[in-house]
């Protein structure tokens, strides 16, 4: 598999627990390098542009006003296969459902705010990282 790159967030919950460390170390763990990184604060305007695609779901208010409520860790992650690596590591949307040892199972506080948001193709991780970050600040 090749060598790929996906873009993380740390959610407000996580930012607000001091979870950041220990996220990363299970990104770290499963052998994923982070290759950029920076904390910054969304507006909801921004998050409103950086979910757009999930603007006629029910919950598109609450997820880009919790996105916006506090700090965020926008980064990027590379590695083999890393977008469905990522995945893997964060486990299921819904914390209910997610497997043991993964970030989800043991941080997210519910199906909203649950603690990390991963890229879901190889197409839409190139989208989203050129959301947050210029090729100069991705260093591999
Ligand atoms: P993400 O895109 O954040 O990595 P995901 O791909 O697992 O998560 P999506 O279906 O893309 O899940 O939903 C995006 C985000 O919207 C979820 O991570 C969660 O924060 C929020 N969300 C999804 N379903 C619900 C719901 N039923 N109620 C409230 N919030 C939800
Ligand atoms: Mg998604």
């Not at 919950?13 to 052998?31: H, S, V, Y």
């Not at 921004?46 to 603007?55: D, G, L, P, T």
């Not at 779901?57 to 916006?68: D, I, N, V, W």
């Not at 980064?75 to 964060?90: D, F, H, I, P, T």
């Amino acid at each position: 598999m090749a060598t790929e790159r996906t873009l993380s967030i740390i959610k407000p919950d996580a930012t607000r627990r001091n979870l950041t460390g220990k996220i990363n170390a299970k990104f770290e763990e499963a052998g994923l390098r982070i290759v950029a990184q920076k904390r910054i604060r969304l507006s909801v305007d921004q998050a409103q542009q950086f979910y757009a695609v999930h603007k006629e779901r029910p919950f598109f208010g609450e997820l880009t006003e919790f996105m916006a409520s506090g700090p965020v860790v926008v980064q990027v992650l590379e590695g083999e296969g890393a977008v469905q690596k990522n995945r893997q590591v964060m486990g299921a949307t819904n914390p209910k459902d997610a497997a043991p040892g993964t970030i989800r199972a043991e941080f997210a506080e519910s199906v909203g705010e649950n603690s990390v948001h991963g890229s879901d193709a190889p197409e839409t991780a190139r989208e989203e990282i050129a959301f947050f970050f210029s090729g100069l600040e991705i260093v591999g």
